[in-house]
């Protein structure tokens, strides 16, 4: 069942996450009243959720609570998450995915333990080597899509190449852009810089008809002045590169403060700034760009940032539901099936 009532069916892991469950029961009370068609499956603890949801019959409305005390630690690692994982509450929703009664799976849980029992219960689709994680990237045009960015120490050509399919089939789902740019991290945009799978990856993506917007080799400033809309790496980069990012968003955050509550004339002048001053914070919020799919599992996996609030959550679940209803999984298959036609080709590039 992906649709009730011609409602979308999300599967959440109410108890997955920092501050969980109350930041996703309060992430659900602003989804709640946007009164998006879907039907969320609330897999957890009964005796936490029950009582928030009495209070509030609008998040009752779209939610059904399927009962589990068994959780996923924050900080369990993947295999000990993998092998003590049924009945968990992480399990239980990806398990609804697997059957078809939900459409896309929601969790703030454990990162590692995600990806691994993702990939354990759903498999991987067919055609794809690795998963990858993606995250939306603020950017001075509005926001990318970079991945990986943790899934994967290390990428051969091969498996860059079917992260630009699924980036792009991803940035089509979440931006309504139907044509998006792709662009390889690189040290450089010249044609010789680099290491070889990134140089060879560029050859397939140039000389394959998989039906991709390849514009090249982008740097990493290029990255936050949007240069592309989909930016590929391997996970150990990507990861780097984000938590760079989100380091120097906090650093400057801190810069910001620091300067406007210095003296009281910086006071006066922050007040009269302050709608400016909100508007620059929103575009700055993790929280307002926070989810990323796993990409690459047979199934929709969203995965939240464990520390997120309420607004973050929220965020999450409406990119779940935008990726859900798009033709998300159907635009990956035909642009591997494109893909895979051509290995001898691509074999040839490579050699």
């Known amino acids: 069942m992906?649709?009730?009532?011609?409602?979308?069916?999300?599967?959440?892991?109410?108890?997955?996450?920092?501050?969980a469950p109350g930041s996703v029961l309060e992430g659900l009370q602003q989804i709640a009243k946007?009164?998006?068609?879907?039907?969320?499956?609330?897999?957890?603890d009964d005796a936490?959720?029950?009582?928030?949801?009495?209070a509030h019959p609008d998040v009752a409305e779209i939610c059904e609570i399927r009962h589990t005390d068994l959780a996923v630690a924050m900080d369990a690692k993947p295999g000990q998450a993998l092998k003590a994982r049924k009945g968990t509450s992480m399990c239980n929703m990806l398990e609804s995915v697997k059957s078809g009664e939900a459409r896309v799976a929601v969790s703030a849980g454990n990162t590692g333990a995600l990806m691994a029992m993702s990939t354990f219960v759903l498999k991987r689709m067919p055609g794809i080597h690795r998963p990858a994680l993606t995250a939306i990237w603020p950017t001075a045009k509005g926001s990318s899509v970079v991945l990986d960015v943790g899934a994967n120490i290390e990428a051969d050509a091969e498996q860059l190449v079917e992260f630009?399919?699924?980036?792009?089939?991803?940035?089509?789902?979440?931006?309504g852009n139907n044509n998006p740019t792709i662009g390889l991290l690189n040290i450089g945009s010249e044609e010789l810089k680099g290491v070889e799978s990134v140089r060879q990856a560029a050859d397939i993506l140039k000389a394959g008809n998989i039906g991709l917007n390849y514009a090249g080799f982008v740097e990493g400033n290029d990255i936050s002045m949007g240069t592309t809309d989909v930016v590929v790496t391997d996970g150990y980069t990507g990861n780097i590169a984000l938590k760079?990012?989100?380091?120097?968003?906090?650093?400057?955050?801190?810069?910001?403060?620091e300067s406007l509550t210095s003296s009281l004339l910086s006071?006066?002048?922050a007040l009269l700034a302050s709608g400016?001053?909100?508007?620059?914070?929103?575009?700055?919020?993790?929280?307002?760009?926070?989810?990323?799919?796993?990409?690459?599992v047979n199934g929709i996996v969203l995965k939240s940032h464990g520390g997120a609030n309420a607004d973050g959550f929220a965020t999450a679940m409406r990119i779940a539901f935008n990726v859900g209803k798009s033709q998300f999984i159907e635009d990956v298959?035909?642009?591997?099936?494109?893909?895979?036609?051509?290995?001898?080709?691509?074999?040839e590039t490579i050699s």
């Open 48 to 54: 936490q959720l029950s009582g928030f949801l009495k």
């Open 333 to 347: 298959e035909a642009s591997l099936s494109k893909f895979h036609s051509e290995q001898p080709v691509i074999q």
């Open 267 to 269: 006071k006066i002048g």
């Open 244 to 257: 760079t990012a989100e380091g120097t968003a906090k650093l400057v955050g801190g810069f910001i403060r």
């Open 34 to 44: 946007e009164k998006l068609p879907l039907h969320v499956l609330l897999h957890g």
């Open 276 to 296: 400016s001053l909100k508007q620059l914070k929103n575009r700055i919020d993790p929280n307002k760009a926070n989810g990323g799919v796993l990409l690459g």
């Open 164 to 175: 630009a399919i699924m980036g792009s089939a991803y940035a089509k789902a979440v931006t």
């Open 2 to 19: 992906q649709m009730s009532s011609e409602r979308l069916v999300l599967s959440v892991d109410a108890m997955g996450g920092d501050h």
